[in-house]
């Protein structure tokens, strides 16, 4: 369900806000917030949020062997897309699983607050890619 209402989506928003994310604030259009869930552990989890509108830059998570991402929909709606392939909407309760290497996105749609966890999968020697932002009217033309 879209949710254009910040109070509305704070109540939905289980996981917490959390803070700004200005760390990687140059790698995202708009505002987004990071909840971290565990420590720097074997497996790093937080509950990223997006603004209406905001979205991170095509990245690739890259590792010798294993690494990867998993997200994990919890409030909102937002979009998420493979280089080369369509975007698919994000709801609640959808997964998406991202192997090591490939090229994507994520983020918000444009009239929704969007929460995911995202989870950084174990690999060894892996390391983040950030990549070009995504095209403006590529983005605005997602129904």
Not at 29 to 53: C, D, R, W
């Amino acid at each position: 369900m879209k949710i254009n209402n910040k109070a509305e989506f704070d109540r939905q928003n289980v996981f917490g806000l959390g803070q700004e994310n200005s760390a990687y604030a140059q790698y995202f259009i708009g505002k987004s917030y990071l909840h971290p869930l565990t420590g720097q552990g074997p497996i790093f989890m937080a509950n990223v949020t997006f603004e209406p509108g905001c979205r991170n830059n095509w990245h690739i998570h890259h590792a010798k062997a294993g690494g990867g991402q998993i997200l994990i929909c919890t409030a909102g709606e937002g979009w998420y897309q493979e280089a080369g392939k369509p975007a698919v909407s994000l709801t609640p309760g959808t997964v998406i699983t991202i192997p090591a290497g490939v090229k994507h996105w994520h983020g918000a749609k444009k009239d929704s607050w969007f929460s995911h966890i995202a989870v950084e999968v174990p690999g060894e020697e892996t390391a983040n890619e950030w990549l070009e932002a995504v095209d403006e009217a590529a983005y605005a033309a997602l129904a």
